[in-house]
T-cell receptor, first 114, second 110 residues
């Protein structure tokens, strides 16, 4: 595919369950970002991967959140013991290089925690 | 708090009118970008302006940057119903990922 792919597009889960969100960036893009957007709000930075460097995890809201990027490509964002306040759209983006010029976004995963 | 703050939060205009959105930020930047979001899902990059540039054009879009006032504006000329969306400014401070503002919701009435 030509764009950033995220799955699932929608996820409904019960409070306390773990969820995994997947992001498949554009081929050749070395930088990958996760953002979170609550209803009607701006984007909240979560985590940033650049090549083989250690990821910038400074935006993760709690230790229930973690992310990995395997082989410099696909990334998985994991939320353990989900809470209702975790409900949001989780957006993944990728870019060509080390700079933050022109991010390409996926369509997001709408997470609903009941 | 957000690095970028858009103003107004919401804007409603008639087709054919111009729409102006403003963005203010707090710290020095390498560049400022504007993105568009339809229906609360993926964002699409519109235009990037570097800190040493003052104005940039792309089709019906005009972006200005005033680094002394730490502000930017996005002008959409001759708006169309299809321009209805949320518009976000994002700042690159060189430290980490882009920091996004809270957005302006634009409604263009046909």
């Amino acid at each position: 595919g030509a764009g950033v792919s995220q799955s699932p597009s929608n996820k409904v889960t019960e409070k306390g369950k773990d969820v995994e969100l997947r992001c498949d960036p554009i081929s050749g893009h070395t930088a990958l970002y996760w953002y979170r957007q609550s209803l009607g709000q701006g984007l909240e930075f979560l985590i940033y991967f650049q090549g083989n460097s250690a990821p910038d995890k400074s935006g993760l809201p709690s230790d229930r959140f973690s992310a990995e990027r395997t082989g410099g490509s696909v990334s998985t964002l994991t939320i353990q013991r989900t809470q209702q306040e975790d409900s949001a759209v989780y957006l993944c983006a990728s870019s060509l290089g080390q700079g933050t010029e022109k991010l390409f976004f996926g369509s997001g995963t709408q997470l609903s925690v009941l | 708090s957000q690095q970028g703050e858009e103003d107004p939060q919401a804007l409603s205009i008639q087709e054919g009118e111009n729409a102006t959105m403003n963005c203010s930020y707090k710290t020095s930047i390498n560049n400022l970008q504007w993105y568009r979001q339809n229906s609360g899902r993926g964002l699409v990059h519109l235009i990037l302006i570097r800190s040493n540039e003052r104005e940039k054009h792309s089709g019906r879009l005009r972006v200005t940057l005033d680094t002394s006032k730490k502000s930017s504006s996005l002008l959409i000329t001759a708006s169309r119903a299809a321009d209805t969306a949320s518009y976000f400014c994002a700042t690159d401070t060189g430290r980490r990922a882009l920091t996004f503002g809270s957005g302006t919701r634009l409604q263009v009435q046909p």
